[in-house]
């Protein structure tokens, strides 16, 4: 029971340890990688190390966020990565203008006739474009130019298309697996499109050139990931502390009541489609934010990273991580996607079996998905489920 | 007594079978009502027809002393309106703890936004300690749900139902599994109910009814067979040959 005098925030911490526990963890974290940095302090961690590990960062918050709507509120959604690819591109498309912006102008500038605006637009658009044959700018790219436009759309595009196809999907009732085929169906429409040489954001190639931030063009890369990795270790911070918030209440009780019986929900008077539709929205802003920040770490953001697989990939994390607590999901994100670019990348020594050589390049996706059956079938909790096994022993 | 519910010529199709066939039912407030009938006679087709489970094809259900209409509503709204369910299977939310299944159902705002900011209050923690004291289950509040025994888990939906606050209870098969001195606490529980409140009970349990001693209706095929006291439609010669007899 909350006493009615303590501050809530105070009173939501100390009624919740585990959330402090992973505050501190997070911060000590942030810590640590900030003085081993190459841009800081003993330069121990490369900075294409204090890049990736930003960027999974940024996998954890997109994982809290699918926990919440899946663990919690029992939406198997597959398209998640889809609101995380276009925060990423809301926010790609202002580094690229931006920063085409500016070298087209330094190079005009030394032109004997002044360009004109129009001269300056039409060579900033060739610049974009010319890789899709196209000169101009398409109509979504108008507020391009504009920082405070674009952080808009982060929020705003992937907000809307989680409005409106979370209004269409659950006010006809559509559950279970036939909610889940239907996410699915919107993110692969959605990367398809996206691949199109004039889908307007440059086809298959996607958008490039994200790590070079206009404005910061003078300081080194080591100092801008150091950046982006306290933004992100913020943002999941924020993320964590707010979904901790809000599934601990009353409103958790009532989305975790909404998974396991959506019927009985209804008839104690909640009007259950709305309780969904805020979780899905809500998740998906959350996952362009979280989009947003990972994109300008990674450099570059195409449609397949938008494709269907990596959704799935989404609710596999957060399955081996454990649903329905949110530091499982940041545990399965973390391990996975890590664990996912130590053996593709190289990092795991081939093993040489005489007859036959196990390539991990090849091999991981098999160790992944047995992975995945075995935690399914063994420890359908997770991997989070065993820190509860060590917590709630008596 | 004035009238709360009003059905009237209801009828129900399912795939060419006439679930409910020209149903007319009136509920008082107060009142307490037992309703019974052979497997198939639209006892719980009822049920998901005033609660806005079921569409009917025609007919009306007429609601409180403004005339609703309860027929355009969604089951939400209907439960806001004042209406209580308790399903035949217990359905209690197994993974959380009697008390948060009590206050998920303690009357309060039921919007997103209401929930989200609600604070937990002293007047919330003393109702839901009276409810959990009529339910018997006073000393379980922190328990998990489903490690309630079946009629602790029956009692607890029936503690969800009154928490609501509802001007109409319909309870079906509330004393389904229980043994003989849970049943007596559920007739106990179901009898002080109904003295705010209109109960409506299907039960096919007779001494069970007896022992509720109201006013009862019998149905048969989707339609009212009789109605009246429990002497008065045993003795039937109608009700015998379709339900008692067999």
Known sequence: MSKPDIAPRRSFLAENPSVMWFLGLLGLFTLGVTVLAEGFGLALLSTSMVKILGMTLCLCLIAVAMDVVWGYCGILSLGH???????????????????????????????????????????????????VGSNELPLIWAFA?????????????????????GWLAFRSRVTGVYLSILTQAMTLALSLYLFQNDSGLRGNNGLSGLQNIPGLLHLPQST??????????????????????????????????????????????????????????????????????????????NPAEIAPIASIYLAVWVAIGGRGRLYGAVIGAAVVSLASSWFTGGGAPDIDLGFYTINWTDWWLVLLGLGFVAVTLFFPRGIGGLFDMLVRKP | MTTLLEVSGVSVTFDGFRAINNLSIQIGEPELRAMIGPNGAGKTTFMDIVTGKTKPDEGRVIWGERNISLLGMSESAIARAGIGRKFQKPTVFEEQT??????????????????????????????????????????????????LSHGQKQWLEIGMLLAQDPRLLLVDEPAAGMTPAEREHTTDILKRAAETRAVVVIEHDMEFVRRLGCKVTVLHEGAVLAEGSLDHVTQNRQVIDVYLGR
């Open chain 2, 98 to 147: 009697v008390r948060e299944n009590l206050a998920m159902a303690l009357k309060n705002k039921r919007g997103p936004l209401d929930v989200l900011l609600y604070r937990r209050s002293a007047e919330g923690a003393a109702r839901i300690a009276e409810l959990a004291e009529e339910i018997g289950l006073a000393d379980d509040l922190p328990r998990r749900a489903g490690d």
């Open chain 1, 224 to 301: 801008i990931a150091l950046w982006f990795f306290w933004a992100s270790a913020a943002a999941l911070g924020l993320g964590y502390l707010f979904f901790a918030w809000l599934v601990s209440g009353k409103f958790g009780s009532v989305i975790r009541g909404i998974r396991d019986n959506e019927a009985r929900v209804r008839f104690l008077g909640y009007h259950v489609e709305s309780y969904k539709l805020v979780i899905f929205t809500l998740t998906a802003v959350i996952s362009g934010l979280a989009g947003a920040l990972y994109y300008p770490q990674a450099g570059i953001i």
């Open chain 1, 81 to 131: 990565f889809a609101f995380f690819g276009l925060g990423g591109y809301a926010i790609g498309m202002w580094l690229m203008y931006a920063r085409t912006q500016g070298i087209v102008v330094e190079s005009l500038a030394n032109a004997p006739i002044p360009p004109t605006q129009e001269e300056i637009n039409d060579a900033i658009a060739t610049q974009i474009f010319g890789v």
């Open chain 1, 145 to 165: 130019d504009s920082l405070f436009m674009q952080l808009l759309f982060v929020v705003l595009v992937p907000g809307l298309l989680a409005l409106i196809f």
